[in-house]
């Protein structure tokens, strides 16, 4: 079976770190494109970050320079450093697989899977 699961969110005070994990199962992530987004409720889905299978990565500009996407090959996972975490970095992040060459990285329905989500909330 493909899947995605993501891991890592929590409670963290502004400015503080946290550091997310996407495994994934079924698919080789490194030749694919992988993305990280974020909801919060009564809002649309947000691309925050993206890795493609070239290398090259995408960022929302809210977190450039905060946040790193990196992959791990040998463990076929991805991960997200968000680093001088603010309250409005507070949502639900989920972790996507785009297995196509689509253009643009922060449209959702160019997704093919998705983890179930993790919880991560910035607040003093």
């Known amino acids: 079976q493909k899947q995605l699961v993501e891991s890592g969110g929590g409670l963290v005070q502004p400015g503080g770190s946290l550091t997310l994990s996407c495994a994934a199962s079924?698919?080789?992530?490194?030749?694919?494109?992988i993305a990280w987004f974020r909801q919060v409720p009564g809002k649309e889905r947000e691309g925050v970050s993206s890795i493609h299978a070239s290398g090259y990565t995408e960022y929302t500009d809210s977190v450039k320079g905060r946040f790193t996407i990196s992959r791990d090959n040998a463990k076929n996972t991805a991960s997200l450093q968000m680093n001088s975490l603010k309250p409005e970095d507070t949502a639900v992040y989920y972790c996507?697989?785009?297995?196509?060459?689509?253009?643009?990285?922060?449209?959702?329905?160019?997704?093919?899977?998705w983890g179930q989500g993790t919880q991560v909330t910035v607040s003093s």
């Open positions: 996507a697989v785009d297995t196509l060459p689509h253009g643009d990285w922060n449209r959702v329905d160019n997704y093919d899977y």
């Open positions: 079924g698919f080789p992530v490194q030749y694919y494109t």
